[in-house]
C-alpha cells in the first residue's frame, strides 16, 4: 500500500473559497530564501558549487545528507502547522479560517466500487488541496529557520546557502561532527510545541 495516497475530492466551491484566501496569507508570509524558487535543477547546481568549492579551495571532505519526507504532505501535524501559520498571521481571522477547514475532517476510501466507512484525519494537507503547498512550505519554514540559526547547511566562499529544499526533499551539508545536530534541529521541528 506504499504506492497509494489519498486525494482531496473536495467541492468547487471550496475550491474556490481557498483561492480567496490563498492571496491573503501569503501577503505578509516571510519565507526562507532558501526555499524561494528553488527546483531541482537549481538545487543541483548549488551542490556542484559546494563541490567544485570544496575541491579546488578547501580540500576538505564534502559530506552530503539528504532528507526525503516521503509522503510529506500526509505526516504533515496539524498542532504544528496551526502553531506555525498562527506565528504567521499574526492571530489573524484567516487563522480561524484555516483552522475550522482542517478540524473535523473525515474520510473515506473508495476502492474497486466499495466505499469504506468514514474516519477521522487527524494529519496532513490535503492532496489536490488549493492551500496544500502553501501550508507546506509554512510548516518546513521553521525548519529551515533552525538550521540556519544554527549555521548549518551549505556555505559556497563566505556565502551561506544554507539547505536547499525543493518539495520534499531537503540536503544538509556538514562536516561528520555537524551530522547529529542536523538530526537533532530536524527532530525538534517534528516535535509538537
Known sequence: ?????????????????????????????NQSPLQFGLSMLMASLIITEARAEVKLV????????????QKAFDVVD??????????HTQ??????????LYSGLVSRVKWKGT????????QGVRQG????PFLYKVYVNNLLEDLKSHNLGLKIGTNYVGCPT????????????????????????????
Open 1 to 29: 500500500m506504499d504506492n497509494y495516497r489519498g486525494i482531496a475530492v473536495t467541492p468547487v466551491i471550496s475550491k474556490l473559497f481557498e483561492c480567496t484566501i490563498l492571496p491573503r496569507l501569503t501577503v505578509n508570509f
Open 58 to 69: 578547501t580540500m576538505e571532505p564534502l559530506f552530503l545528507i539528504t532528507v526525503d519526507s
Open 78 to 87: 496539524y498542532i504544528i502547522l496551526l502553531d506555525a501559520l498562527y506565528d
Open 91 to 100: 492571530n489573524h481571522p484567516l487563522w480561524s479560517i484555516v483552522k475550522n
Open 115 to 122: 466505499i469504506s466507512d468514514s474516519f477521522n484525519i487527524h
Open 129 to 132: 488541496g488549493i492551500l496544500s
Open 166 to 193: 525543493c518539495g520534499r526533499h531537503s540536503l544538509l551539508k556538514q562536516q561528520p561532527s555537524g551530522i547529529t545536530m542536523h538530526a537533532f534541529c530536524c527532530n525538534s521541528s517534528c516535535q509538537t510545541v
